[in-house]
């Protein structure tokens, strides 16, 4: 065995241009799997934490906020989202049949500060009331959020002293949110009271366009419905009953996205579906052309003393190599893309986009491996067949 | 050890000129002493080659039979036979001969490994000693003339001791120096106890050689 290995490895390296572009060949096919099963996984894996993030089954916003649109761009874009409605509302939600908790946010407005590549979102919400956020602090932190406490999104970079600065107002980051791959990963989450006061301070400076009355207004409502309701029934039942909002349900809002994602996969998986087919036949061919001009090495090597098996074994092992080393490749490059450029990846496509897990990375990486181990096999095995079958005999009278 | 062919025949069916079988080598019966050298001459496309490549098992005979002491070669399985044929006949081909990935070193030690045999460096440099291209030992075949890399081949060929040598034109194309070389190293073989067979068209052979056939249109006739 060690002997095959070495005598095609010396059969490569003799012709380093051939190795190269079927090494070239077999990593643009690791490269193509890889990557596209990690963008698949990511897409999927971003849209399920969404999913979990959101945490309400309904969310209310005026009706004049056109719903799906804003409020699709708020959570994945972290495009900034301007509508209020009167405080009222908050109470005449609660008072729904089926309504088992409320809680108000309010979307302040999308800054650029000076911690971060992308644009801010501040949102107020009610720390005595919220369901959706404080479950999701990454460095579980225990304490009150505090009048000019924030809460940050998975994007937003902590610096040493822990604080960020808005309109000339210090705000200490008491905790840091899971990642999600969406626009909530750069929102700035603060107590009613900071939101107040930020807004104060932005009036001074003429820095906000709207002026709005933080302790009258609030720009939208989660709704969690009690176990035993049906969440289309109370969902139907706000938008009857309360006048000027629209009630949305949250999982719509992803099903949306959720569509668009099954087609991305469909045609990611179509493409290298596609990639593979035709890099496999290149490869065959090609792999066969090298084989057959050396026929007669092979059967000089037949005249030596190897068997049928050992040619056979001879050729297997080149593909092997040829493949293998192409994986390790193929999989170094596509990690080195997609893992820096993830989240230009994410913003680009539009949807949440979240990296795979590490231990899922590398069983990914084996498989790619393997599947291109399997591909070696696959296209060595009619050149092995072939060469193994020849007559040494006939070959070794052509072309004297 | 002994090798003996009894009624061989090797018929090849050519498909162009309308289907006509022709016989490349008919009924031929024939023994390889050991310790001597025979010599095949012939015309071209007398069969000379087929035969060769027959006795050294590379080429299944249409009918007849290569006895190898008492073994049958061609009723052998594949394994068995290569791994006869690695330990104990030595071929030379008709050609070029060299792996161009290899060096002459490489080259000449291919048979150790690809039998597996360990240590057999002192050996080939002993035999590129004698054959003089010691000096040639970590060139690639591409960069040797044809007497060179007809040495190399030679050289591979007996690397083993192999107690059967089946020479084909080692000494086509190369000048009087290097065939007179080439000969008398075979000889040498012979001396040795090794049973050696040489086809070839050189008329300096027949002075090394114990006895000669003629092969003629499939068919073996003793010259001397
Ligand atoms: N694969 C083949 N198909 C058809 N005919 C063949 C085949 N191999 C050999 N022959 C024929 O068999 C005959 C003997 O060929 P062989 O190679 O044994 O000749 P040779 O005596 O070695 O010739 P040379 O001295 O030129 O090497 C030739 O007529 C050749 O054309
Ligand atoms: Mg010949």
Known sequence: MRLILQLSRKNLAGRPGRAAAMIALAAFLAFA??????????????LGTLENRLGADIIVVPASAKSQFNVNDILLQGNPGYFYMDREKLDKIAEREGVAAVSPQLYLASMVASCCSSRLQLIGFDPETDFTILP???ESYRGEIGLYDILVGANVTVSGDYTLRFYGIDCRIVGQLEKTGSGLDNAVYANWETIEKLIEASE???????SVKADSVVSSVL?????????EQVLNDINLRVRKVTAVRASNMISGIAENLTRLSGVIS????????????????AFSMMTQERKREFAVLRAAGASRRQLGALIFAEALIVCCAGAVFGIALAALIVWPFSTAIGSALGVPFLLPSLPTMLALMAATLAACAVAGVLISSISAVRIARQD???ILREGN | MRLTAEKLTRSFTRVRQGTNILPAVKETS???????????????GSGKSTLLHMLAGLLRPTAGCVLLDDRDLYALDDRTLSALRAKHIGVVPQGQTGLRSLTVMENILLPAMLTGVKGMEPEAEALMERMGIADLRGAKPGELSGGEMRRMSIARAMLLRPEILLADEPTGDLDDENTARVLSLLRQAADAGTAVLLVTHEQEAKRYADRVWRMDAGALVMET
């Open chain 1, 223 to 231: 709704v969690r419905v009690a176990d035993g309701y049906d969440i």
């Open chain 1, 33 to 46: 799997i890889f990557a596209g099963s990690v963008v698949s996984m990511s897409l999927q894996r971003g």
């Open chain 1, 392 to 394: 040494t005999g006939l």
């Open chain 1, 204 to 210: 001074e400076k003429n820095l906000n366009k709207y």
């Open chain 1, 136 to 138: 999701w602090v990454r």
């Open chain 1, 270 to 285: 179509l493409l290298i579906a596609g990639v593979w087919l035709l890099g496999l036949l290149i490869m065959m061919i």
């Open chain 2, 30 to 44: 024939f023994a390889l002493p050991e310790g001597s050298l025979t010599e095949i001459t012939g015309r071209s």
